[in-house]
């Protein structure tokens, strides 16, 4: 993989980390949770989504 394709991917991993702790966040109002699903990212963002 090429520089931009590595950077690419970390922003995404970043993003997707950030986007489910704040979901957790807005759920649960809880650290913990926060933390496991930030662990988990994308696959807890499309988990939400396919639950909404």
Do not use: Q
């Not at 993003?15 to 949770?33: C, K, P, T, Y």
């Amino acid at each position: 993989m090429n520089d931009t394709g590595k950077s690419v991917a970390r922003t995404g991993i970043t993003f997707g980390s950030a986007l489910a702790i704040a979901i957790s966040w807005s759920l649960h109002e809880s650290i913990i949770w926060a933390c496991i699903h930030g662990f988990f990212s994308w696959f807890y963002v499309i988990y939400y989504a396919m639950t909404r």
